[in-house]
């Protein structure tokens, strides 16, 4: 996921009112691995690159080996891991670094199952970015690989790991929220998508999200991220999903909707819907969940709480920071508030010092240090948000209601 | 034709203009060099605890962090003009004195000494994040653009399409130089309310911790001996700086 580039929702207007969800500072890094750990990279996009930056920051987690089939990225990879042995092909830094501890797999989706079943099948530790693939068959192929491997697998749904949202997903099993009664998730920024091709003969494969052939659009490859906060907060599927999208601002050939909406339903009714856009910045990227008791809405590294008038007065109310958006007046949530504030620092809790990517990162090689510790985002999990974001991309393209496999 | 973008970074708005014929390309060339600014802004912050900078200060005193090629570059130029500038340009705000920060060049790591030891990256990140934008325009295939954070650090690539040079003049009254940019960066600092530095080179970078040296005090910093021109201006008045380095930096 990309970073937001409008920060509205961190500002007040006005008196600071709302409640910001702000767990333990002490487990929120910075991390160190109990040994260090061998790491292979595969795929030196963007994300690839953010994946390379933030493992930088774990002590211990040694970059080895960096692989991408573009020359320009493999050498732009090869800058970023001092070190790190560079390779064209995956099967070859497989073949060649049989002491990698573990593999993290960031190429264009629909390359993912490919990558992943080798690296699973030489006996590597694997996170392969999210979503796990773009058709139903290559996200249970790899669901099914990394089931029958017996190596640590996770799914790159950064969320399950947020601390932030962790926090938040307590409150949320809690009379601070009781039962829920919508969702909605948002993701709004003015970007065309495309990425400059060096050459002519590039521009479909560096520009494959806008391919409707192998791209599962900004259902997929958005819509699935901020679905599986949904998935994992309402701990159930749903039924079925309506959609539609069309390009409202980049007339450049695409076919690829650059604005899309959605419904997803539960079968209790529960609808969340989503929006996703590529025309306008408003709003940036959040979730939230609305309850009987109380709303969440959560963005990256902060979240807020928001009480109904009528919800029973929470004891650490009193240490709380509140701030405002427009009528809704919310409390800043910090835990460890008593301590914090003894010391002054209750506003330091504000926010993650690291972004979400870092603890996914940072949870998976604790699993890889801890085989017994499960991830927080396993293969069976990334295959029910995979699925969720591919079906609501073909109520997008197709229009209509879709059916979602249980 | 002529593409704008633009984007609000490290408390300024950064603009980019670029002329070519394909617009496809032109804004995918922009985007991808507003995303690069973005993503310097939102690493070498102080104010951000998500930010590279405050990761360095919360593990000071403990073990070295690797860099990435560009973060070690802009930390070996901020070292570097530091000691060409006895001082005056000094991006631990006087808290580390000549070690607090602690390169090493074959491990390619950084270390702050001790959790005393601030950062503040302010009077070099804007020429930074230009110069790592102006590279992704050239290698996106973008021949004339040019760049600038608030005006006061910029850069050119190639020639406007209409004219022979990006021309920019720096404020601040009489004799004040008017410099053209083909390929060529410019820093613009301010010092005091009266003191003013341009700095004109081939790397934003340099010319911002320069421009912030020289600003400071103009008989302190020696600049590169080849492909940099300086002014500054004292009593209202701009004059040329001379002073060039004995060996080439």
Redesign the interface.
Known sequence: MT?D?RTFLRQSAGALAGVALAPDLAAL??RRLAEPKSLGVVGLG?QGRAI??EL??I?GAGIKAVCDTSA?RLATGL?????AEGFADHRALLAARRDLDAVIVATPTHRHAAVVLDVLAAGKHCYCEAPLGHTAEEARAIAAAADASRRVFMTGFTARSNPVYQLARTFARTDAFRDVVSGRTHAHRK??W?????AAADERAVNWRLDPEVSTGLAGEIGSHQLDVMLWFLDAMPVAVTGSGAVRFHR?GRTVADTVQAAVRWADGTVVTSAISLANSYGAQHEALHGTNGAFVLAG?HGWMFKEADAPTLGWEVYALRQQFHQDDGIILIADATKLAAQGQLRAGI?????PLYYALADFLRSVTHPTVPVPCSAADGLRSTLLGIRMNEAVVRGGEVTIEG | MELRAATQAMGTRFELVLHGADRTLLVAAAEAAIDVIEAEHRRLSRFDPASLVSHLRRVAGGPAVVLDRDTWDLFADAVDVRRASRGRFDVTLGTGGATGVQLDRSARTIRLASPAVELDLGGIAKGHALDLAARGLREAGVERAFLHGGTSSGCGIGRPADRRAWRVVAAGGPGAPAVDLVDRAYSVSAWGGAALACVVGPSARLADAYATALALDPDAAVLPRDGWEAWVRRDHRWRPVSRRARRVA
């Open positions: 970073p580039r890094g910075p963007r390379i930056a930088q920051k002590e320009a800058e970023r891991a001092p070190g970007t065309s495309r990425l400059p091709a060096s450049d590294t926010g993650l010092p690291y972004p």
